[in-house]
C-alpha cells in the first residue's frame, strides 16, 4: 500500500470520536420502563395540611378505598365537605347523617363499577387528625358500619422501626 492510501484507509475507518448512540438510548429505554413499573407500588392517601395523622408500627399497606378525612374543624368524604367536627361532637345521635349519606353515594358508585360486592368487602379509610375527640371518631365509625362497610381502617404513618422492631423511646 502508499502511503496515500494507507492515509485514505485510516481516515475512512476512523472518521473522529462518535458515541454509540443505539445501546445508550436502549439501556435509557430500559431504566424508564424499569422506573415506570415499580413508581406505582407506591399508595398515595389524599393528605392536607390539616390533619396530624398518628404513628403505627405496622407494615401493611392501604389500598384503593372511600376516604373520609377529620380535620380539627371538618369532616370530608372523598375531598368534599359533609359536615363540621363541632356539630358532630355536640350531636346525641351515633349517627351522622350527612356522613351515612355520602358514603350511600359512594357505594353506588363502586358498585357500578365493579360487580356484587358483599358488606364485608366493602371498605373505608379514615384520616384523622391525632387531636380529634374519641367521640368524634367512634361516631364516624359507627357511621361507616351503618352504612354498610364491613371493613373499617385507620390511616396512620409508619414508625421507623416497624414490623417487629421495639419501637424507639
Not at 13 to 23: D, E, I, Q, R
Not at 99 to 120: G, P, V, W
Request: aromatic fraction near 2%; charge should be positive.
Amino acid at each position: 500500500m502508499t502511503p496515500y492510501r494507507i492515509q485514505r484507509h485510516r481516515k475512512r475507518a476512523h472518521t473522529g470520536s462518535h458515541m454509540a448512540l443505539v445501546p445508550f438510548i436502549d439501556m435509557m429505554t430500559i431504566l424508564v420502563v424499569f422506573l415506570l413499573v415499580h413508581a406505582s407500588d407506591v399508595d398515595v392517601l389524599p393528605n392536607t395540611k390539616n390533619i396530624s395523622i398518628p404513628l403505627s408500627v405496622s407494615d401493611r399497606k392501604p389500598h384503593e378505598t372511600v376516604v373520609v378525612m377529620i380535620t380539627r374543624d371538618e369532616l370530608l368524604v372523598d375531598g368534599r365537605a359533609v359536615a363540621r367536627v363541632s356539630e358532630v361532637a355536640n350531636s346525641s345521635s351515633a349517627i351522622i347523617v350527612n356522613l351515612k349519606a355520602a358514603l350511600k353515594a359512594q357505594t353506588d358508585k363502586t358498585l357500578m363499577l365493579t360487580s356484587k360486592q358483599s358488606i364485608a368487602d366493602r371498605e373505608v379509610t379514615i384520616m384523622g387528625d391525632k387531636t380529634i375527640p374519641y367521640t368524634v371518631l367512634k361516631k364516624v365509625m359507627a357511621t361507616c358500619t351503618d352504612a354498610d362497610y364491613g371493613k373499617v381502617s385507620l390511616a396512620v404513618l409508619e414508625r421507623e422501626g416497624a414490623a417487629g422492631a421495639p419501637p424507639k423511646a
